[in-house]
């Protein structure tokens, strides 16, 4: 049903009214207010709903980040695994995204060595493959 309502962005939380849906928890907090008028769920106060709006975004970048991290674990999979599921030719912006990511700061800090991690990986990923077998 996601995938229906919200083809291009396949996010949560999606809102459909009349068939028509609507993504992202601020936009949809925004719609119900201005369909529904006499049942607002932003406050009336403009401070109290720019504070609403924050914690809304707040939640959706939260949400946002912890997709990455579950896209970028699906990429370590793959190069311990021997697979490619990014086509780099096909996909130029995202391999290109990938490597300014890895070239943050605040992330090269975090990241263990990437030959190590891998080897680690890869070896568990063998007792793990010969244990089924």
């Known amino acids: 049903m996601l995938l229906q309502y919200n083809p291009v962005y396949k996010k949560e939380p999606v809102l459909v009214h009349d068939g028509k849906p609507l993504a992202e928890s601020l936009v949809i907090l925004e719609y119900i207010d201005e369909t529904w008028k006499q049942n607002p769920l932003l406050p009336d106060d403009p401070y109290e709903k720019a504070k609403a709006r924050f914690w809304s975004s707040y939640v959706d970048e939260k949400k946002a980040a912890q997709d990455a991290r579950e896209i970028l674990k699906t990429l370590e999979v793959e190069e311990i695994v021997g697979i490619n599921l990014i086509d780099k030719v096909l996909m130029t912006k995202l391999d290109s ?15 263990p060595p990437r030959d190590k991690l891998l080897n680690h990986n890869k070896a568990f990923h063998r007792i793990l493959t010969s244990a089924s077998t």
């Open 97 to 111: 995204w990938f490597d300014d990511f890895l070239e943050v700061p605040v992330i090269k800090e975090c990241m």
